[in-house]
């Protein structure tokens, strides 16, 4: 399976037989510089209605729906919704979010989506075994560094691919991702927005790989 960085939150997977998975479509401009999103897919998913989430409509083709603490299958893809809050004060001060598992080629992947708080021991144990880990680091609205930290040594993927921080191409006042990045091992910056895994041959201990956004 292949998983594409688009930018801020969102990302597309792709399966071995060619069913694409597209996170969190963004709307662009305004506060994000990257460019608009025109890819095709066979599924969306969308942790929260958020603008910067939300751009179901961007998508082409013309994919399923997945949204909400939900569980549901499609296209023999099984989607487990976990419900969560986009702050630490249950959602009252910026709603509902919902984090994502799913298997793909036999790879287990997990989007945050914008996680505002500590994951609760029920939530650890709904979220199982992490593969691949796609997780929030920016601050301010969603966790910041060492939360995410915290996270990560909860879940203990063999994988974590960070988003939602600030770039040259978002001007949201979060941090970058080089504070999350600050005295860990096993950090891999790559020159692309694509990288492939494959079940089995997944990093022994837990690999931080930075993608660069495709828009």
Same mark, same amino acid.
């Given at each position: 399976?292949?998983?594409?960085?688009?930018?801020?939150s969102?990302?597309?997977?792709?399966?071995?037989?060619?069913?694409?998975?597209?996170?969190?479509?963004? !709307?662009?401009?305004?506060?994000?510089?990257?460019?608009?999103?025109? *890819?095709? @897919?066979?599924? =969306?998913?969308?942790?929260?209605?958020?603008?910067?989430? /939300? /751009?179901? @409509?961007a998508?082409?083709? /013309?994919?399923?729906?997945?949204?909400?603490?939900?569980?549901?299958? +499609?296209? %023999?893809?099984? #989607?487990?919704? +976990?419900?969560?809050?986009?702050?630490?004060?249950?959602?009252?001060?910026r709603?509902?979010?919902?984090?994502?598992? #799913?298997?793909?080629?036999? +790879?287990? =992947?997990?989007?945050?989506?914008?996680? %505002?708080?500590?994951? %609760? @021991?029920?939530?650890? @144990?709904?979220?199982?075994? =992490?593969?691949?880990?796609?997780?929030?680091?920016?601050?301010?609205?969603? &966790?910041?560094?060492?939360?995410?930290?915290?996270?990560?040594?909860?879940?203990?993927?063999?994988?974590? +691919?960070?988003?939602?921080?600030?770039?040259?191409?978002?001007?949201?006042?979060?941090?970058?991702?080089?504070?999350?990045?600050?005295?860990?091992?096993?950090?891999?910056? &790559?020159?692309?927005? *694509?990288?492939?895994?494959?079940?089995? !041959?997944?990093?022994?201990?837990?690999?931080?790989? =930075?993608?660069?956004?495709?828009?």
């Open positions: 399976m292949k998983i594409k960085y688009l930018g801020h969102s990302f597309v997977i792709t399966s071995d037989s060619g069913v694409k998975i597209i996170i969190d479509p963004y !709307e662009s401009g305004g506060v994000f510089s990257y460019g608009d999103i025109k *890819e095709s @897919a066979d599924i =969306v998913v969308v942790s929260h209605d958020h603008f910067d989430h /939300n /751009n179901v @409509a998508v082409r083709g /013309n994919p399923k729906l997945v949204r909400g603490a939900v569980t549901t299958e +499609i296209k %023999g893809i099984e #989607f487990k919704g +976990i419900p969560s809050y986009h702050d630490d004060a249950g959602g009252r001060q709603g509902k979010n919902t984090i994502f598992c #799913f298997e793909v080629n036999g +790879i287990r =992947v997990c989007h945050l989506g914008d996680l %505002g708080h500590q994951l %609760g @021991a029920q939530q650890v @144990a709904e979220l199982g075994k =992490v593969d691949i880990l796609l997780i929030p680091v920016g601050g301010s609205v969603t &966790i910041d560094a060492k939360v995410a930290g915290q996270v990560g040594d909860k879940l203990i993927p063999r994988v974590i +691919i960070p988003m939602h921080y600030k770039t040259d191409k978002c001007a949201l006042p979060i941090a970058g991702v080089d504070e999350f990045l600050r005295g860990k091992e096993g950090v891999k910056k &790559i020159a692309a927005s *694509e990288v492939e895994f494959k079940q089995g !041959e997944l990093p022994a201990h837990t690999q931080i790989t =930075v993608l660069k956004s495709a828009l």
